[in-house]
DNA sequence: AATGAATGAGGGTTCATTCAT
DNA sequence: AATGAATGAACCCTCATTCAT
């Protein structure tokens, strides 16, 4: 009983993480589910027990990532719409892209495929909700455009990841600080300077 | 002799036309030869006369892409490496992508896609062509975080657009803004704060 | 459960019948797998199902008549080179070809295509071994022609066959008689030569 | 006028040339027209203007071919039947086929593909004619296979140049040793069979 | 919990051929 | 004497999916 069946009630695990691996490396529309039943040693067949169709499988796996984001989501529309909050949810996102990093490489990467795949809107949608909770409502569009690439840059961090040089852990740092500064120059504390990092009289205006 | 299509000349020219739009629209791999033909009105086989697979088809689409930023680094090279250059630089690549637009969604948007085409490496290539002009040598990983952040900012622009609300024109000025910003953060004057976005009276120059 | 082919769990074979029939027939390159999967009522994809490729399917069918082959050349290596021994290769030959003769009969006349279909090379080396186990090694050319033509000659038999009016069983006999004939002529065991055409002096000049 | 139009009415021939050399080296099937024109530096089209289809390009070789052969035919039919005649017959089919050889490895290896090619029931119909002038009218099957055997071994003799080891027109000479062997001892003169390998008695019965 | 066998639709690609110029 | 542009049919092959077992 040790060989035969090593492996129990986990297949639908391993279908995800085998999925996500191929597709986040080969692309979705090129991965087949040939490939991933093939590399989990099972029939194609097997697949379809565990899952309805292809896009239940990306589903599934969108879903994961989707808990940690809706939480922040949730958490921050508790808060008090300030900077230090703002910060705050670029903190946690660029915590919770750790660890769902291949998956949004995944989504970064096959946007095009992903696009009619029903979680496309979804997925837009928290990113509309997330640039929402970062911007002041009445936000220039300069500064719209701060938030947007804050939060595209902890996306593209991926690019970056695997272009610079350097320790994973400095770079991921480094993503975070642009980020942060990104936001926080978008949101100019009270009067002064509407949107610049600091800096002063010279600022833009 | 008029209706059915004349044999035009520029049947090549109206390849390239369709299958970009569709590329870009519904991604490279959804988008079929079939489609293409049919929405120009011709066989499958007219495609092929013109071009030898479908991979080449989106490299003649590179290429007129690439001539642009061959130009622009060409020039780029024979400046002296001023922060000045780099704005320049920075503007120019905005402008480029003015034209090149939708090709540039489209890599953006089916980058998985793309990396097996041949063309993948070419275009990565350029992109840390343009990274390398950007950034100083000795620069702080904060710093090069930066200058892939404005070239991103750039082609991310696309989602921003559709995004946001206000007039094309503004908001592409907006995002040019900020990618300014950023290169400008990364390269600090001289003493003051090496890489730190304030730098107040300097900046504005 | 009986009308709509009830599952039958032959169909690897069906394809492999139908696909030798027709191979045999119309040659290879025209036999198209729309054509046997037709013939079979399934779906090309079935095919597909069971075989990697076309090329698959010939080789399968290969396999089969390899077998017999490579008993046959195991058992004459074990045998004392003589006379005696070679004559029992060629009615063993002259046997296996009686099986396997719809796919000699493939082999002999779509040589061109065969040639790049990977059994090529072997084909023609177990040929090789064959005419080695033939011949005697230091023979003149006219021998070595002569062993090399009874094996032709046997292979040709499927157009001889065709051609000449008569029993099949005696034509059979027939070609077996010439071709035993040659090995015989090729081989003057050293004096007297039991079979050689006549012609102790004429012969070998 | 040099260079541009280096070759003016040749083209025809060329095409010839060329096709032949594919057709024999590739495969009837497995060449295409696209290679040919290539191969030429001409567009398909011209092809065309010189054939008015694929097939007509073979039967435009196989004619040069047929010359030779229908001479020999000719010349043959207006001689005695005598066992000279027939030898004769060998010995100048066998330097027709030096002229021909490609035409003839193309015939060799094609066999399924010519056979739909309206060219193949002619090709088959020459070969019948030959045999019937090598056999006797009422020669034993043995003896006819010999008869066949003898054709089939000059043709086969490809295989066997390519195989063999020695000078080619050594082997041109054994294989012709061979086919001569095998007519002669197909037509016992009556009393005396000079190449009749054993069986004085019994043969005449 | 999974397999074996099959399907229907469609993929990209290649072919011989045509015809106006 | 030859080309440029195109077609229609067919090719091999792969895909996501189904279903009885």
Redesign the pocket.
């Known amino acids: 009983m040790s060989t035969p ?1 090593p ?3 986990n ?2 695990q391993r279908i995800q993480d085998v999925a996500l691996e191929l597709f986040s490396e080969r692309g979705y ?7 991933i ?1 093939e590399k989990l ?10 899952f ?5 499988i990306v589903i599934s796996l969108f879903q994961d990532l989707a808990k940690p984001c809706d939480e922040l989501i949730a958490w921050a529309e508790g808060q008090p719409r300030t900077l230090e909050t703002k910060l705050e949810v670029i903190r946690r996102y660029h915590e919770a892209l750790r660890s769902a990093e291949p998956l949004f490489r995944f989504m970064q990467e096959n946007q095009a495929a992903v696009r009619d795949l029903s979680i496309g809107e979804t997925f837009k949608a928290r990113m509309l909700t997330l640039f929402g909770l970062l911007k002041e409502d009445d936000a220039e569009l300069t500064d719209q455009v701060r938030c947007i690439t804050a939060l595209f840059s902890m996306h593209a961090g991926m690019f970056a990841m695997q272009t610079l040089e350097g320790d994973p852990e400095e770079k991921r740092r480094a993503i975070l600080e642009v980020a942060t500064e990104l936001v926080t120059a978008a949101n100019p504390p009270s009067r002064r300077r509407p949107a610049r990092p600091d800096s002063a009289q010279t600022a833009s205006s």
């Not at 309805?52 to 239940?56: V, W």
């Open positions: 069946h492996r129990r009630g297949t639908r529309e090129k991965t087949s589910l040939r490939e039943a040693e099972v029939t194609k067949a097997a697949l379809y027990y565990h309805k169709t292809k896009e239940d």
